[in-house]
Nanobody, 123 residues
Framework: VQLQASGGGLVQAGDSLRLSCADS????????MGWFRQAPGKEREFVAAISRSGGTTLYADSVKGRFTISRDNAEKTVFLQMNSLEPEDTAVYYCAADKGWSIGSEAGRFDYWGQGTLVTVSS
């Protein structure tokens, strides 16, 4: 699995961004996928996760109702649609793949990590 995250940038509060995470391999559909973020001076935190089929999703309370995780297994890509962005959402966002079957928020359950993409939200 080789994950490549993209789509970050500089936006204003209230704007939207869509992050993408592409897998250069052929097995994205066999992983639970997740997004995490790490703000300057803070620890990495869970953002969202999606089951292998896409039928189950999980969100951090801080992004619930604003962010949507989705996946296109045929295109080997996972998305994070981020709406109503706030300055507190500023962070490097990472996608990750979990070989397990169940969905969860713990970073330790994820086996593969992509490089991050920076999201900066100005007030």
């Amino acid at each position: 699995v080789q994950l490549q995250a993209s789509g970050g940038g500089l936006v204003q509060a209230g704007d939207s961004l869509r992050l993408s995470c592409a897998d250069s391999g052929r097995t994205l559909s066999t992983y639970v996928m997740g997004w995490f973020r790490q703000a300057p001076g803070k620890e990495r935190e869970f953002v969202a996760a999606i089951s292998r089929s896409g039928g189950t999703t999980l969100y951090a309370d801080s992004v619930k109702g604003r962010f949507t995780i989705s996946r296109d297994n045929a295109e080997k890509t996972v998305f994070l649609q981020m709406n109503s962005l706030e300055p507190e959402d500023t962070a490097v966002y990472y996608c990750a793949a979990d070989k397990g079957w169940s969905i969860g928020s713990e970073a330790g359950r994820f086996d593969y990590w992509g490089q991050g993409t920076l999201v900066t939200v100005s007030s």
